[in-house]
């Protein structure tokens, strides 16, 4: 018997690795690139809040944490890494190469320390995508990549402006050694749309441009580079490296007679080799909010930003980082229609099947398509089921930093996952946001308290939905109920015990949020495995 047992266990330890080798996991429709931004100025939100953004789109890290600000010896250093967005946890080292060090400024500011890092405790907040631009720019040679220019000038920089000097000076001493980028970079009183390159193989350093957003305008970016025409003399609202137009011409992507469109010289096209500065992504987040202006999709560009019809809440952004364009002409489920008998009036209706879902894998998709040709037509969504986290930071300029500056975060797919918030004042996060949930399936990292429902609710999205989106409704109308006295109570803490006890008060309740989003979406898990015990 024994011998019988030690074979089975044999055969299942030597075959284990291969049936995993054998498994091929499905992939969702992760093209073009990643990530979406949008910003609002203060005259444009209905608060009079600076809005910045962005969903990270990808297989990033999600794990996070506050790091605090400290004092520095003049000669200290800090060192640069890359590959830090692929760790499973602070300490993890395993994915990340050394790049170099600079000297350490004497002071740092705390800051929240997502993958791509994103608010300090002085209300600068940053949003990213991607935009990736002509591949030739790009030069590994170069110290920086994106996040760890993010995280310095998190540290050292109090406005947006600073920040933009200071990224585009380290990147002229140091070298940019990543693709193209785009930094939405927000404070209390304007947001910026900054575009970062390198210089080509034969140069360590980088060439960028950056355009101030204005007060009364909303500006979105979705992994294309946008800006157009530059005005150097309009110190107040354009910003440049003093190689924008040399690098052009050297790498032959401008003449110098025609007008210099910096989108055009250092991309030349979308991500689909259009010769764009937009797509689907932008021109419907700014045709929503200025339906007025009856924006063309057939333009070779799109303003970098336009007036709103109306003020735009905090929650209209949030709103629309969950697009899937349900209703519209990109919705993908638009063609996947099956018929419904009413059995009180007896009469039958057509509605779109409850087993489609706007984030259907490509082997789906591929069989849809086989069964009828142009079932479903791919379409670049807001919301997809490949986001790490997202990110709506609002900045307030008649509170103190640490409650004025809030970032609303979701984790995993944010057209499926509640919002909770993250002060500028506070200090630590639960523990099981201090695990990444990419690697492997853990049941403490904090993710997966929302990816098993969303997952679920996927497979059967036409009867789940309104669960889902019950729950986003409920935290969302919680935050911003409360928020009024989340306010008051702070200052009030703060004038009787001070900063660190009112600070205690808003990390206490990010934590109660946080975790009460977490217990109604393992209780919505529950219910979907209940609903759909018997198959989906």
């Not at 879902?357 to 791919?378: K, Q, Y």
Request: glycine share 8%.
């Amino acid at each position: 018997m024994n011998k019988i047992v030690n074979l089975a266990l044999a055969l299942l330890i030597c075959g284990g690795p291969v049936i995993a080798q054998e498994i091929e996991y499905s992939q969702p429709v992760n093209s073009p690139e990643s990530c979406t931004s949008i910003m609002v100025g203060k005259k444009a939100s209905a608060d009079g809040s600076v809005i910045t953004s962005h969903t990270c789109d990808g297989n990033y890290r999600t794990w996070m944490d506050i790091i605090p600000g400290t004092t520095h010896n003049n000669d200290t250093t800090v060192a640069i890494y890359t590959g830090r967005m692929h760790t499973e946890y602070y300490n993890d080292q395993n994915r990340m190469e050394y790049k170099g060090s600079i000297p350490e400024a004497n002071t740092t500011y705390r800051y929240l320390n997502t993958a791509y890092p994103c608010l300090n405790e002085k209300q600068l907040g940053i949003g990213e995508t991607t935009i990736s631009g002509r591949k030739e720019l790009e030069n590994p040679k170069g110290m920086f990549v994106i996040e760890e220019l993010e995280k310095i000038a998190l540290q050292r920089c109090t406005t947006a402006r600073d920040a933009i000097r200071l990224i585009g000076e380290l990147v002229a001493k140091y070298g940019y050694g990543d693709s193209g980028e785009c930094l939405t970079i927000a404070d209390t009183r304007e947001v910026w749309h900054f575009e970062l390159f390198g210089e080509g193989p034969d140069k360590i350093g980088g060439v960028w441009a950056a355009v101030r957003i204005p007060d009364d305008h909303v500006g979105v970016s979705a992994n294309i580079p946008r800006i157009s025409t530059l005005d150097l003399k309009d110190k107040d609202n354009c910003m440049a490296s003093a190689n924008v137009y040399d690098v052009a011409r050297r790498l032959g992507y401008w003449d110098g007679k025609e007008p210099f469109k910096f989108w055009k010289a250092y991309a030349g096209a979308n991500y689909f080799g259009e010769p764009k500065s937009f797509s689907v992504r932008e021109y419907f987040i700014l045709n929503s909010l200025a339906p007025s202006l009856k924006l063309s999709f057939d333009q070779e560009e799109l303003p970098i930003s336009v007036k709103p019809d109306k003020p735009v809440n905090v929650t209209d952004v949030m709103a629309l980082l969950r697009q899937t364009y349900e209703g519209t002409e990109w919705d993908v489920t638009k063609n996947l229609k099956v018929a419904v008998k009413d059995k009180e009036t007896n009469t039958t209706d057509t509605i779109i099947s409850p087993a489609a879902n706007p984030w259907m894998p490509t082997d789906m998709i591929n069989m849809l398509n086989a069964v009828r040709e142009g079932a479903v037509t791919r379409n670049r969504l807001v919301a997809v089921p490949q986001c790490s986290y997202s990110t709506v930071i609002q900045l307030r300029s008649w509170l103190p930093d640490a409650v004025g500056g809030v970032v609303w975060m979701a984790l995993d797919n944010p057209g499926e996952s509640p919002r909770f918030p993250i002060f500028c004042g506070t200090t630590k996060l639960p523990e099981p946001f201090n695990i990444c949930g990419q690697h492997r399936h853990r049941d403490d990292a904090a993710i997966w308290k929302y990816r098993k429902a969303n997952k679920l609710a996927t497979v059967r999205w036409g009867l789940t939905k309104e669960f889902v989106n019950q729950g986003i409704a409920h935290f969302e109308e919680k935050g911003q109920a409360e928020m009024p006295f989340v306010e008051s109570r702070y200052q009030a803490i703060r004038a009787e015990k001070g900063d660190d006890a009112a600070n205690a008060f808003l990390t206490g309740y990010t934590a109660d949020f946080a975790g009460a989003t977490m217990q109604h979406w393992q209780n919505l898990a529950d219910e979907f495995w209940k609903m759909f015990a018997r198959g989906f």
